[in-house]
């Protein structure tokens, strides 16, 4: 039995988690406020949230949800402050916090939208241009595309809004490189499920990577798992999903690519799915019967980015070398993880890199393409 470490906490001084709660967090608060034209009731709302992050304790969510009622169970329990608690708890709990204040249930208004839909329109040549390089490799031969799809399909997770600072792109290092094997198996895969991350140009790569093994290889279905609120500030939603692709038609290339997209949609080849199982308190481990149940015809599923990768092996002080097979007992499919580190945690290494600090485990300069199963 594999004897679980301990969470990873804010209170944690000099780690990630810790400058995290007490430099990203109120500058996430203050750039909602400052973008969006909220009411004088929502905005003096946030204005007292930003003044209890990060010494406060926890206040209860409404009484309105079974995930808002696990949350302030905990929050009873373990009286929580923003910085004495689990790390990955306080992030779910911002963000179901800011769901409450600025009424998203009855308002369906996306508060990040003014961060997301700004970063795919200054983008939106470079956007074009991916998609005329990716038409190369479809019409290329799959065994000598693998590679570069793949790779190109890391360096698009660098795109996160949450980080304060820009990634570099051209300084990725593999820590975790299995494109060998993946090759060996993806010309044979049914159905793909995508755990989705990123929203804007991320998400071109996931709609991308779509395109591709529904162009060359035996895949009929590829699922794309969005968010049901805002989360995680640039974390992909079905409204980021249309508001790209409405972008993207607006250039000649770009619109011949969505008319293609949209008759995979309208064919149930490419299907966008949501679920609050993503956005729950619950690591990925305990999935619901709905989600085994569409996962049970699947021949891979993908999981994408940083804060999946938490959920999905517990956001824990695991020992670099722990077996991530020892972690996933309770997965049975094909599971590949694309991410780019931007947290401090990292499972599967024979060894780590020779640095004087731990800076590597969330600049954006390594990644891994894990397949396990």
């Known amino acids: 039995m594999l004897k679980k470490p301990d969470y990873i906490r804010t209170d944690e001084i000099n780690s990630f988690a810790h400058r995290t709660v007490i430099k990203r967090f109120p500058l996430i608060v203050q750039s909602l406020i400052e973008n969006n034209k909220f009411s004088s009731k929502i905005s003096k709302k946030l204005e007292t949230l930003l003044r209890n992050i990060p010494d406060a304790e926890l206040k209860p969510l409404a009484d309105s949800s079974d995930v808002n009622r696990k949350i302030n169970a905990e929050i009873q329990d373990k009286k929580y402050r923003w910085n004495n608690a689990p790390f990955i708890f306080v992030e779910n709990y911002l963000y179901h916090r800011l769901k409450e204040i600025c009424a998203y249930t009855d308002r369906n208004y996306d508060y990040f939208a003014y961060k997301k839909n700004s970063d795919v329109l200054l983008k939106q040549d470079a956007l074009i241009k991916t998609i005329e390089n990716f038409e190369k490799l479809v019409s290329g031969e799959l065994s000598e595309s693998v590679k570069q799809v793949l790779y190109s399909y890391l360096i698009g997770n660098t795109a996160d809004l949450s980080q304060e600072k820009a990634l570099n792109k051209n300084t990725m290092n593999l820590l975790i490189d299995d494109t060998e094997k993946i090759k060996n198996i993806i010309g044979d895969l049914n159905q793909i499920d995508i755990v989705l991350d990123n929203s804007g ?19 009929t279905t590829v699922n794309l798992h969005f968010k049901t609120f805002p989360y995680f500030v640039s974390d992909a939603m079905k409204s980021d ?11 000649k290339k770009g619109k011949q690519f969505c008319a293609l997209i949209n008759d995979y949609i309208a064919k149930g080849n490419i299907v966008l799915r949501e679920d609050a199982f993503w956005t729950d308190t619950n690591d990925f481990l305990a999935m619901p019967g709905r989600i085994k149940k569409l996962f049970s015809d699947s021949g891979l599923i993908i999981f994408k980015g940083d804060l999946n990768y938490r959920k999905l092996i517990e956001d824990r002080h695991w020992h670099h070398d722990t077996n991530i097979k020892e972690i996933l007992t309770r997965i049975r499919n094909k599971c590949l993880i694309i991410r780019v580190l931007k947290s401090e945690i990292i499972v599967g290494l024979d060894s780590m890199p020779e640095t004087s600090n731990r800076e590597w485990m969330h600049n954006g300069k390594y990644g891994i393409i894990q397949l396990v199963g």
Request: glycine fraction near 0%.
């Open 201 to 219: 140009e991320e998400l071109l790569y996931d709609i991308l990577f779509s395109y591709w093994v529904l162009e060359k290889t035996k895949t």
């Open 241 to 251: 999903f249309y508001f790209l692709l409405d972008v993207v038609s607006k250039h």
